[in-house]
């Protein structure tokens, strides 16, 4: 899926196109998205374009190509796997929505499949979440009730909450949680971090589980909660 700033740059550029067949330039792109400088452009177009959504035609000035559009607002694409991220269509900083399969489990399933959601942060702020990457079958009585998805985490800031880089957690899809508890937080919707829900005040901590890695505080409307930790996966080679 895609963050708020990369859909919104993306359905700029599909709609310039449509409207003079030339894409616009990056000051234009960055005036639309009222971003401070061009950088932003570069980073939001780079992300575009690795995940597929555009392509940039080399030995070409502003020459870019609209590959896709996200599955809300394209009807000739069809979710991957039954997968439909409930991100797209105007619900941005809600977490994804697993596919109906996978929303009541039977009880004599002894596994079940769950969706991995491309990677998270435990360390610095990554990219948020993405598509539908692939499936893993992970024990029922991991999940207990609701709705599940997994990602793949990457950084060391949750070592002393036994989180490695490298392992796969599962999230219970909640947009709430308990001080204490170990949550996937999107913040500014545009980063997506694996980090312990605290309170500080009225203000939200997230806080890391490495001493090298401060507490990071932010205001209440800045950070959403994507689901909680609700089970881990390592792999040894």
Known sequence: MLTRKQQELLLFIHERMKESGVPPSFDEMKDALNL?????????????????FIRRLPNRARALEVIK?????????????????????GSLGRPPQPAPSQRAPREMDSAVSVPVMGRI???????AIQNNTHDITVPAEMLGSGQHYA????GDSMIEAGILDGDTVIIRNTSSANPGEIVVALVDDEEATL????????????EAANPAYETRI?????VKI???LVGLIRRYH
Do not use: C, M, N, Y
Not at 151 to 154: A, C, I, P
């Open 121 to 127: 942060a435990a360390g610095v702020p990554i990219s």
């Open 218 to 222: 932010f205001g209440p409307d800045r």
């Open 151 to 154: 990602l793949e985490v990457k």
């Open 36 to 52: 401070a400088s061009k950088s932003g452009i570069h980073r939001l177009i780079t992300a575009l374009e690795e995940r597929g």
């Open 195 to 206: 980090k312990r829900f605290r309170r500080k005040g009225a203000s939200i901590a997230l």
């Open 226 to 228: 994507q689901g909680k």
């Open 69 to 89: 559009l996200p599955e809300a607002f394209s009807p000739t694409l069809q979710p991957r796997r039954g997968f439909s991220p409930a991100v797209i269509e």
